[in-house]
């Protein structure tokens, strides 16, 4: 019996479809994540004589490109919304310091090395540093934050700092790469007028315009859903997941006419959205739908790579590339994601987690094929492909197999931890920047009592004032 191409995709994306339903829960306890055990398939059915479509990345650009978009903006809308913590300047100072800092000293210094080890133009250098810098909200399931819930600080830090980076880092390196385009089409010269369009047009417009399109469609959204007179109308009392793929595509399109960032618009929809009614359950249907669909096209998109790969799509790769990929993993990253969060929040195993967990994947995918499309880069190519391809492959296995072990040892050490929260006290900031408790304030017989954490001894005071065992309370 011989099977047709046409039954070989059906019968391979039924497959996919259900370990994508079944992983997650087979590999809960393993190290092992979901995309190592879809990459490896998509190399062992290259290698059977299955009648397969070859996958070219270069050959096959347009449909890579729209394929991996499709793919952020899904998982865009699920990271938003998966996001308890309100926003604020200080309650979100992490993700700052990381896209304020860790992602300029990673493009710079990535830049640095693929011109030196490579010998690249400045501006192909520039352009494959820009390509791996967001981090991926799609492959870092295991480093994210949950499903929505009523809480609205039930998170902890490296969770919350890993998704809430990857959710907007993934708009916010648009306009490097949009500089390396410029860069190349001005004969890698700084001079000519690019610079002053790009700061005013590329870095300033279109983030403003990303980020007021995305605000004021999730506050209409959030309107319609949750507050609309007209009842038929009320959508959240009806349950329907797809309405995510709705908010999704009005944002990202919207915007996108707009001219401004349409990625970053998602995100920020998804978060407005969700601060229109942050502890209805509705916001965990449309979650769960659009965590379904994320992870089909996850396991379409890591299948594909995986055949390229097992084809020789690395055949242009060298060890200077493969130098490049490594040293974003294991030092660049680390290295400017530890620079970015000193004296920040969080302990510090907690932030060496963060700055090592920049996990690359869809996204770099997307802009190299975006870039490729808008560019020429000739020679480079390829070459270029085999480098981001290795990167996203090393950044997939190393933080694919750490991440459940790292993340079950902070867990513990969180659940140890005798100052966190417990019903009828609060974290409040200590000397040196730590945090301790501060004391519960009881009736007592003389008046109120300041009674130290864990119910201990009174604590004597002025009544009103609350002290803690390390001294008054002075905020």
């Not at 210094?109 to 909200?137: E, I, K, N, R």
């Not at 790969?309 to 200077?320: D, E, F, I, N």
């Amino acid at each position: 019996m011989h099977l047709s191409t046409e039954g070989a995709v059906y019968s391979c994306l039924g497959i996919g479809a259900l370990l994508a339903a079944a992983l997650p829960r087979l590999l809960s306890r393993l190290p092992v994540s979901v995309p190592i055990v879809f990459l490896a398939a998509g190399m062992v059915l290259h290698l059977t004589p299955l009648p397969l479509p070859a996958f070219d990345p270069v050959a096959d650009r347009i449909w890579v490109h729209h394929l991996t978009e499709l793919c952020v903006i899904v998982s865009l809308m699920g990271a938003g919304l998966a996001i308890n913590r309100p926003f604020g300047w200080r309650s979100w100072a992490a993700t700052w310091r990381l896209l304020g800092l860790a992602m300029p000293l990673t493009i710079g210094a990535t830049a640095l090395a693929a011109w030196a080890l490579l010998d690249w133009p400045v501006s192909v250098a520039l352009l494959v540093a820009a390509v791996l810098a967001p981090t991926d909200p799609v492959l870092a399931s295991e480093v994210r934050v949950g499903e929505p819930s009523a809480e609205k600080e039930d998170e902890d830090e490296v969770r919350f700092a890993l998704t809430s980076e990857a959710g907007l880092n993934d708009g916010l390196a648009f306009p490097f790469v949009l500089a390396a385009l410029a860069l190349a089409a001005a004969g890698n010269s700084w001079t000519g007028g690019w610079m002053v369009h790009w700061v005013w047009s590329d870095v300033l417009i279109r983030i403003a315009v990303g980020v007021t399109a995305g605000l004021a469609i999730g506050f209409l959204l959030g309107r319609l859903l949750f507050r609309s007179r007209a009842k038929p109308l009320r959508l959240a009392e009806q349950g329907e997941g797809f309405v995510a793929l709705a908010a999704t595509f009005l944002a990202y399109g919207l915007t996108e006419a707009l001219h401004g960032y349409g990625f970053l618009a998602v995100f920020v929809t998804a978060c407005a959205l969700r601060r229109a009614e942050h502890s209805h359950g509705y916001h965990r249907v449309m979650h769960s739908f659009v965590e379904q669909i994320e992870r089909l096209l996850m396991a379409l998109l890591l299948f594909a790579v995986g055949a390229y790969v097992a084809s020789g799509g690395l055949a242009a790769l060298t060890w200077k590339g493969a130098a490049v990929g490594v040293l974003l993993h294991l030092l660049i990253r680390p290295a400017s994601g530890w620079l970015a969060q000193l004296r920040g929040p969080g302990r510090p195993n907690e932030r060496a987690a963060i700055a090592c967990f920049g996990i690359r994947g869809i996204g770099s995918l997307f802009y190299l094929a975006y870039a490729c499309g808008e560019g020429e880069f000739g020679v480079y190519e390829e070459e270029m492909w085999a480098v981001v391809v290795f990167a996203v492959l090393t950044s997939v296995v190393v933080h694919g197999v750490a991440a459940a072990p790292v993340t079950s040892y902070l867990d513990r050490r969180s659940a140890r931890d005798p100052l966190r929260e417990r019903p009828g006290h609060e974290r409040v900031p200590g000397r040196g920047g730590g945090t301790h408790q501060r004391a519960e304030v009881r009736p007592g017989p003389g008046g109120p009592e300041a009674v130290g954490p864990g119910g201990s001894a009174p604590v004597r005071g002025r009544a009103g004032r609350h002290e803690t065992p390390q001294g008054p309370d002075r905020r």
